[in-house]
């Protein structure tokens, strides 16, 4: 049974920096895809990062140079660091996995295995 825990959400002023961490339970694939999304009230979730299991990432453009993704190859943890941050950054932040590495990227949803979020707020 796969469990993902996500920890290091809170309240930041505009222009600070959070590192979010996702804790993978039950998850012993050598070949994966992990994900960052987020949702804001009333907007529709969208992906901010991935990073598959060869350690290749992908950032879109609307948090590049703002937001990094990496992963503890030790312990499956992926981790989402958000420098520079905006109150538009605000939401509640998911991680999300997937068994297969193929078409790994920012853009992709079909995640089988979701976190249950931790909330970022800036003002």
């Known amino acids: 049974h796969v469990q993902l825990v996500e920890s290091g959400g809170g309240s930041v002023q505009a222009g600070g920096s959070l590192r979010l961490s996702c804790e993978v339970s039950g998850f012993t694939y050598s070949s994966y895809c992990m994900g960052w999304f987020r949702q804001a009230p009333g907007k529709e979730r969208e992906g901010v990062a991935a990073?598959?299991?060869?350690?290749?990432?992908s950032i879109p453009d609307s948090v590049k140079g703002r937001f990094a993704i990496s992963k503890d190859n030790a312990k499956n943890t992926p981790y989402l660091q958000m420098n520079s941050l905006k109150p538009e950054d605000t939401a509640m932040y998911y991680c999300?996995?997937?068994?297969?590495?193929?078409?790994?990227?920012?853009?992709?949803?079909?995640?089988?295995?979701w976190g249950q979020g931790t909330q970022v707020t800036v003002s």
């Open positions: 999300a996995a997937d068994r297969v590495k193929w078409v790994c990227g920012w853009f992709k949803t079909d995640f089988p295995d």
């Open positions: 990073i598959d299991s060869d350690g290749r990432s």
